[in-house]
């Protein structure tokens, strides 16, 4: 029902555009947080593909008159961060339709329409879900903003959402619906025709209740999510805050920072650092260091390494939650030895690793992972004779199995530019 509820709101979009005529359209969803088109996300590739085909066959044919690109982000978090965040969406969406199917920049029109209360209400009225009428009561009749006699922000329409039946219906929309507000609801193409002259002008349902029906901004007729600026507000409202806000988005970090706990155990403290190039790929570097001894006693536990590593995430559930595969090398120096016969030499390795991440903390994580490859090393065997240690030989090893074992404590850190407080949807 909600995928109907779409493609209705769509086809009111493009009844907008009447002197053109509507040649095809895509939906392309977001990633919580991204602002980024990412192919592998649900069926992004699919309908990029196929929108991408059409755009690029009706240019070859001379009838491409305009893309249209409206985009949205969902409720949660502050209005100025949904505003920037859509409009960044639009963009991104715009670069790649344009590269894609080798069209002028300027045949694309984008409309980042900030909050999608019109997509949302089209989506609540299609669903089965607990207080539908109470929502669609709220969405209908509450002003974006609601201000007192002196010009402060006392309540809105999120904020009435959020505490309408506890968070009930509101925690339901943020896991079942919001998701799919979080997209560039409409790619349009529009081809030429006998009367076509000029573009589809801006949606008029954006913000409405998603029949064509504009809903009231504010009680004084201020626009649409825009605190009218008075010397009266409180400091909060003055400084552009929601009276109320949203769940709190957890930040997206680009780097963090990790100590495997199996080896801190053992006594090898350990120091990694990992940095995300983007959403499916990191570089991680890894070092341990043991160097202890006890020269009374003839005893050596000395043993360094360093492993850089590349890694690709999948099965992901947000950044730095989910699987990923590695391909790591490393170095090794050591000297080994408890009382005996010593080991000191120098090793290289190269090997596969698999992981799972998962956050246990705004900022914190826990790691484990396993990996297994190839080591050659080539040490010197020892004698410790009277206070000296005394040459044996020289060998060689070659090896086959597990190199790595890790249950690591990682530290986020390093939030990212699209990842502002009240601003990742």
Known sequence: MRKLALIGLLAVLAVGGAAQTPGDSARIYFRRGHRQVDTHFRNNRAELDRFVRAVR???????????????????????????????????????????????????????????????????????????????????????????????????????????????????YMFEHIFPDIRAGLSAVLYVSSADSGQAPPPDSTASGDGAGRPLPDTLSGMPADTPPPSP???????????????????????????????????????????????????????????WWKNDGKHKYYQLATLSPEGRYWFGTKKPWHGHYVGLFGGFSWYDLENGGRGYQGEAEMVGLSYGYMFPVGRRLSFEAGVGVGYMHSKYEEYLPIDGHYVYQQTSRMDYFGPLKLKFALVWRLWNTGDSKKGGVR
């Open 232 to 290: 009266a507000r409180s400091e909060q409202v003055r400084a552009g805050a929601e009276p109320a806000a949203g769940p709190e988005p957890e930040p997206v970090q680009r780097f963090a920072l990790k100590t495997n706990l199996i080896y801190d155990v053992l006594l090898m403290p350990s120091l990694e650092a990992e940095y995300r190039i983007g959403d499916r790929w990191s570089v991680n570097l890894e070092g341990e260091m043991a």
């Open 57 to 171: 066959e009706a240019s070859g044919a001379g009838r491409l008159e305009s893309v249209v690109i409206r985009s949205y982000a969902s409720p949660d978090g502050t209005s100025r961060s949904n505003e920037l965040l859509s409009a960044r969406r639009a963009d991104s969406l715009e670069a790649y339709i344009v590269r894609a199917a080798g069209i002028p920049a300027d045949r694309v029109r984008t409309y980042p329409e900030g909050i999608g209360w019109g997509p949302l209400r089209a989506l609540v009225a299609a669903s089965d879900m607990r207080y539908r009428d109470e929502v669609l009561a709220v969405l209908d009749h509450t002003p974006v903003w609601v201000f007192d006699g002196d010009g402060r922000v006392v309540s809105g329409r999120k904020k009435e959402l959020m505490d309408l039946r506890g968070g009930v219906p509101y925690r």
